[in-house]
C-alpha cells in the first residue's frame, strides 16, 4: 500500500443523465453533475474526513456489519505476501 492516502473515485450515472462521484475509501457522495469535469474537480479537492474513516473502518463497526464475531476455521486464510 502506499503511505499516501489516495481515494479512488466511482462514478455513478443517475436516471436524470447526471453523474455522482462517491469516495470508495470514505464512501460519501463528493459530487453530483451532468459534468464528468465538475467531478473531477471536486475530487482534486477532496479530503476524506479522518473521523469517518476511523468509524468506517473501526473493528467495532464491522462487527455490528453482520459479520460473526467468532471466525469459523474453515475460513482461515494463508497470507501471501
Ligand atoms: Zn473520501
Redesign the pocket.
Known sequence: MDSVSQ?NFVHRTNSDGSMDSI?S??A?T?ASSPWEAELERAEKT????PERLRYLYSPDNLISAGKPSQPSPKQRRTAKF
Not at 477532496?46 to 474526513?49: I, L, Q, S, V, Y
Open positions: 481515494a469516495c475509501k470514505c460519501i463528493i477532496h479530503e476524506c474526513d
